[in-house]
């Protein structure tokens, strides 16, 4: 995934915003809270970060092309980062950033989710 297609991913979610900071990457936010984050490595290689749950972390954090993210994941935080992309997986970075978004907004207030049209299911 180039950074435009992982730009226009995360723009496609409901109620982002997005600013460049930290050398330079490209931080994606719902909320105010940070979803996704592409960039943020010192080689020239894309790398895509994102929240995961429990079980995603764990299968992630060993698996080929994937690490847990720096920084954040040695605080304690389920971030992992998508540090060698390949076409193939482009799918499956798209739904990890569709559910990173998923997750972040669920630690909102719920009057700021209702404020931002999310994770408003139907009664």
């Not at 990457?25 to 290689?45: C, E, L, N, P």
């Not at 749950?53 to 994941?73: K, V």
Request: glycine share 8%.
């Amino acid at each position: 995934m180039t950074y435009d297609a992982f730009n226009k991913c995360c723009c496609s979610l409901t109620a982002t915003s997005h600013v460049m900071q930290w050398g330079g990457a490209h931080v994606w936010k719902v909320g105010g809270k940070v979803f996704a984050i592409g960039g943020w490595q010192k080689s020239d290689q894309a790398a895509f970060t994102f929240k995961v749950s429990d079980i995603h972390f764990e299968m992630l954090h060993d698996a080929i092309g994937f690490r847990p993210a720096p920084y954040l994941a040695s605080r304690g935080m389920q971030w992992i980062q998508q540090h060698q992309t390949m076409q193939k997986t482009d799918k499956k970075l798209k739904y990890y950033i569709a559910e990173s978004h998923r997750i972040v907004s669920l630690g909102l207030t719920k009057k700021m989710q209702r404020e931002l049209g999310l994770n408003q299911g139907k009664p």
